[in-house]
DNA sequence: GCCGTTTTCGGCCCGACTGTTTTCAGTCG
């Protein structure tokens, strides 16, 4: 069986909890956190880079230790620390601390002193009122406890960036408008354009503040609370979506930008740079002795360590600090470098425009070519094209392009199933005659990684085939990818001269941040597409965008940045 | 447990807010 990252990552995380309920080194725990994050964070599988002989110590504060201790879980899906662990610390400890409010010392309080082993043990002691009893705890600690309880039934806690982003907006065109706001960004994953964010954090500049923070917390969205003070408040939203809004100085603008950015391993690592020279760096500014010497904007803050600007979407510690130092960091793709859309669909099949449509709205985004990629047969459900219906499209956008008299250059294309065994599921005779094919898995998605990953292959092996579209298959929350070996799956397109697509729809963002890296490293180009189905949908390509920038990906990495003829050249196979 | 232009030992990011306290510990981000 093959152990996954994840699982590696759960089981680092498991020990940090317990090592830190047992009043373990607090860095020693940090490390295991770290560690934690580093490996969830990895495209490639660890399991299999442990038995091609990988050395884990190259990674990020990484050391030799945890490299062994990783080593040993890929290997065997165990940890003998954390067995060790669990042997005086109940494992399921390690849930409670996942409740706000409750850090290591209060587990540790709860559990030697009341007993209490899992969240049905705190639930009943919250119940009959034990918990109050307990030195440090107290009424209100008791029943903050019962209200985490209550709201963590079947709760999902991370919001996809599209919701966060209707919800910022909102917010952040109400305060903005408060006389004495100068500066408002809206922080947190959310700046570093993370797939779902935790909570947003609002950061706000203003000669006045009180007026900010009153207007915030009285915010008609808002359901509670959580606290209030001069310059940071939280609140909750009745989304169940939590923000915090932090009131700066304007000199510290930058400053508290970059701390309110994060993310949190990327900013400890900054001021670990700044303790090196002799510096303090915080939210308002970078002090040496006492005296601010940066602070007003953030590219002040990593002149002050000598790093170059690093951009957000690159600020998750997996390299990008190292990078900047070797001036080795890429030169992100950006929004306006897309040329159009290679993923889109019309109401030939699921989608709710006409390709004439879809074209204006593609023109009008200034894009040189839009590919029509209607579903084909197999797929029932969307009305897919059959051989007939497929050869009338390509006739109906003959002439379509006829009439747009080059403006937009409507690519022949399709959505192709890929059915079980890795065929396609038109004939070959009407696939060549198309300008690309977008070939995707819809159905079938229990097989397993061996028969996944082999019917993948297969189907790269038509010629036909040029992007295989949604490659994981995951929905953001609801579905998980479907068992895929995907760095077999790219050493397979490099072979034959496939590309990957990193669709762009909100709910998927598949290829994920990580993958595009990975897709990077193999040498393995991608197109960014909406898999529109209407024509706003074609706006979803900044969420393409910014994924594929926290792929570290350059334009050269993406197809569609190409011109039509460069497009037409790379998509020969 | 990690790491090294001060170091192979001895450091390790830092401040705000809350609740339970009579000056601070715990938690969070």
Redesign the pocket.
């Known amino acids: 069986m093959t152990i996954h990252n994840q699982e590696i990552a759960d089981r680092l995380e498991r020990a940090a909890d317990l090592l830190e309920i047992g009043g373990s080194?607090a860095?020693?725990v940090?490390?295991?956190r770290?560690?934690a994050q580093t490996v969830s964070g990895l495209a490639q599988s660890l399991a299999d880079q442990v038995e091609n002989g990988a050395d884990l110590?190259e990674l990020?504060?990484?050391?030799?230790?945890?490299?062994e201790?990783i080593a040993t879980i890929a290997r065997t899906g165990e940890l003998p620390?954390l067995d060790e662990l669990e042997e005086t610390l109940p494992a399921q400890l390690s849930e409670l601390?996942q409740?706000?409010?409750?850090?290591?010392?209060?587990?540790k309080?709860l559990h030697q002193d009341l007993g209490i082993d899992n969240l049905d043990d705190l639930k009943q002691a919250v119940d009959q009122q034990r918990v109050?009893q307990l030195?440090?705890?107290?009424?209100?600690?008791?029943e903050?406890i019962a209200e985490h309880l209550a709201r963590r039934q079947g709760q999902e806690t991370r919001t996809r960036l599209m919701e966060a982003e209707e919800v910022a907006d909102t917010l952040a065109r109400d305060l903005d408008g408060i006389e004495g706001v100068q500066q408002l960004t809206v922080a947190?994953s959310f700046r570093r354009r993370k797939e779902t964010v935790?909570?947003l954090?609002i950061l706000v500049t203003a000669e006045e503040g009180s007026a900010v923070m009153e207007r915030f917390t009285g915010h008609e969205e808002v359901r509670e609370?959580?606290?209030?003070?001069?310059?940071?408040?939280?609140v909750v939203l009745r989304s169940g979506l939590?923000v915090?809004l932090r009131l700066m100085p304007e000199a510290a603008y930058g400053a508290a930008l970059h701390y309110?950015t994060?993310s949190?391993a990327h900013?400890?690592a900054v001021?670990?740079m700044?303790?090196?020279?002799?510096?303090?760096?915080?939210?308002?500014g970078v002090f040496r002795d006492d005296e601010r010497i940066a602070g007003r904007t953030e590219e002040e803050v990593y002149a002050s360590v000598d790093l170059p600007y690093i951009e957000p979407v690159l600020r998750e510690h997996q390299g990008e600090i190292e990078a900047a130092q070797q001036d080795r960091l890429p030169q992100l793709i950006e929004l306006d470098a897309i040329r159009g859309d290679l993923h889109c669909h019309t109401r030939a099949s699921d989608g709710h425009e006409s390709p004439r449509a879809m074209a204006e709205a593609g023109a009008e985004r200034g894009y040189a070519y839009l590919a029509i990629t209607d579903h084909t047969q197999n797929l029932t459900v969307a009305g897919g094209l059959d051989e007939a219906r497929l050869r009338e499209q390509i006739e109906r956008i003959d002439r379509l392009n006829d009439e747009l008299g080059g403006r937009i250059t409507v690519l022949k294309s399709a959505e192709v199933d890929i059915l079980a065994d890795g065929s396609l599921d038109l004939p070959d005779s009407i696939l060549e005659q198309l300008d690309l094919c977008v070939c995707s898995i819809h159905d079938k998605l229990d097989r397993s990684r061996e028969q996944q990953t082999e019917r993948v292959l297969r189907a790269m092996d038509n010629p036909n085939f040029s992007i295989l579209g949604h490659p994981r298959g995951r929905l953001i929350g609801k579905r998980d990818p479907y068992d895929l070996d995907l760095e077999r799956v790219l050493a397979g397109a490099a072979e034959r001269g496939c590309f990957l697509e990193v669709n762009a729809q909100p709910k998927r963002l598949d290829l994920s941040d990580a993958d595009c890296r990975l897709a990077k490293e193999m040498g393995v180009k991608v197109a960014i597409s909406t898999d529109a189905h209407s024509s706003t949908n074609l706006d979803y390509i900044r969420f393409g965008v910014d994924q594929a920038r926290r792929g570290w990906l350059e334009a050269d990495d993406v197809i569609n940045t190409r011109s039509l003829e460069a497009l037409r050249t790379l998509l020969k196979r």
Request: glycine share 14%.
């Open positions: 080194d860095f020693r940090r490390a295991y770290q560690a110590n990020p504060d990484i050391g030799q230790n945890m490299a201790k620390q601390m409740l706000s409010g409750l850090g290591p010392k209060r587990v309080a109050r030195e440090g705890f107290g009424r209100k600690t008791e903050t947190g935790g909570d954090d609370i959580v606290s209030q003070g001069e310059t940071r408040s939280t939590q915090d309110f994060g949190k900013n400890i001021r670990r700044g303790v090196e020279r002799g510096l303090k760096i915080n939210e308002y």
